[in-house]
């Protein structure tokens, strides 16, 4: 048996194909879908900038005077948002003791993950937030996922973000623990981080006891 389709049915199915490839070609790229993310974007702005705890230590001589430099890389990658982090002390600035990459998305409706990388040769790249470009040398192949050590937040209904890392797989080495956690708070003009490190036990074996760092954004 044929069908026939009428000369209407035929005309109103190419007005559909053709409205459908218009859509599909007027599609916002992922790129374009990131920059519509209000509050993403605000989580990464916050988390940009020069911080010190200068004013914590002079408040409680339990916590030391840290800085924390916080700088955006590989910005011709318009789907995502990658962070150089940098952390060292006020007396020793040039030689940090902590240097990471963040990935920072969107995780479901609410919430958003900081995802944590270290990078090869460390110690090449200290000071390296004066001049983010330099970054271009490297891909995100060339780094190593710090598994289980990724911080998840949530916007809470003051506007703040809130987070941590999640269970025990934050694997550390440091003064004999065997794993850490991170609590973070990130606000507009101050980002509030506490890292711990605890053995087997569960015993804490390094990082603040009283509380968390206070990072005054300068």
């Not at 605000?42 to 005077?65: H, K, Y």
Request: aromatic share 12%; proline share 4%; with cysteine.
């Amino acid at each position: 048996m044929i069908v026939r389709f009428s000369d209407n049915y035929t005309s109103l199915l190419a007005m559909l194909l053709l409205a459908a490839g218009l859509f599909l070609q007027c599609a916002p790229p992922r790129s374009a879908q990131r920059a519509t993310d209000a509050d993403l974007g605000t989580l990464v702005a916050w988390m940009i900038g020069d911080f010190s705890s200068e004013t914590q230590s002079l408040r409680d001589s339990d916590f030391l005077d840290i800085r924390l430099h916080i700088r955006p890389i590989w910005l011709a990658d318009r789907a995502n948002y990658w962070l150089y982090v940098e952390q060292a002390t006020a007396a020793a600035e040039d030689k940090p003791y902590r240097q990471r990459i963040y990935k920072v998305e969107r995780e479901g409706r609410k919430g958003f993950v900081s995802i944590v990388y270290t990078l090869p040769e460390p110690a090449k790249w200290a000071g390296a937030y004066k001049n983010p470009s330099s970054f271009d040398q490297l891909e995100p192949s060339d780094l190593t996922l710090r598994e289980g050590c990724a911080v998840f937040l949530e916007k809470q209904k003051n506007g703040v973000f809130v987070g941590a890392t999640r269970g025990e797989g934050c694997e550390s080495n440091i003064r004999g623990a065997k794993y850490a956690s991170s609590k973070v708070t990130i606000t507009k003009d101050m980002l509030l981080s506490w890292d711990q490190g605890f053995d087997a036990q569960g015993q804490q074996v390094w990082g603040a006891t009283k509380g968390g760092y206070e990072f005054l954004k300068k």
